[in-house]
């Protein structure tokens, strides 16, 4: 998947393609995959869904080239491993929408007791804090709500949020209801959960859940942002 951060700039340079393909001039992309086992090629909705909208947008107009390759060690191009991959753009276009479920990660540097709407006086450990949650449109107002610390609160999170510091959000775009069954992934690698947090609605124990140590630096919790992110989707293809 491409790009690993939001890249404005790549924007610029489709939409500019796509422009001169309208006046009669013809152009391409060319994606290097520098690793010999990928299966396919797809833009990263997840961290940049406008780039991949743009993309989308420009296939009909400009040639799209994900080449696979592998470097000798004398920095020469294995060509026996030179692929062009598929992109599965059904996937892409049904999965790049404003929408789905998202994983917020809080730090809270003391451990303390706080209210926390219906659920009473709750005491916080000490660490790191995985909320999972969804949207079902506007995936992206929500996660820049949970950055504010100005808002009207609402949601148990919101009370968290007020005495932890915002760490990172990890949206996972998809059409499909995944909130509870991630949910239930990262409670098999966290510490420690808090009991009807976030879960008032469905059956699940909990959507947040504690680690002492940054959950990043974890390759278990990796793991499952990869599954829900890429891997799911090979099911489809």
Known sequence: MFPDAVTVRGRRHIDELSRLSGSGI?????????????????????????FSNTLCRAKEKIKIFPLSLSWNRDFSINLSQVRILDIPWSIIEKE????????????LPEETTADVGSLGKVHFRSGYYIY?????????????RHKRLRKKLFWHIDHLREIADFHVALPIRTQDALECEIAAAIKKVAEWEITRFGSSDCSCDSHLFGTL????????????????RMERLLKDL
């Open 26 to 50: 013809a152009g391409a992309i060319l994606f290097l995959i520098q690793w010999p086992f990928s299966e396919f090629f797809m833009p990263e909705h997840h961290t940049d869904l406008e």
């Open 96 to 107: 790049a929408k404003d929408r789905g479920s998202y994983l917020l990660l809080l730090r």
């Open 132 to 144: 999972i949650g969804s949207a079902k449109k506007n995936l992206s107002k929500r996660i820049e």
């Open 213 to 228: 140590n940054d959950p990043l630096a974890s390759p278990h919790f990796h793991s499952i942002l990869q599954f829900y």
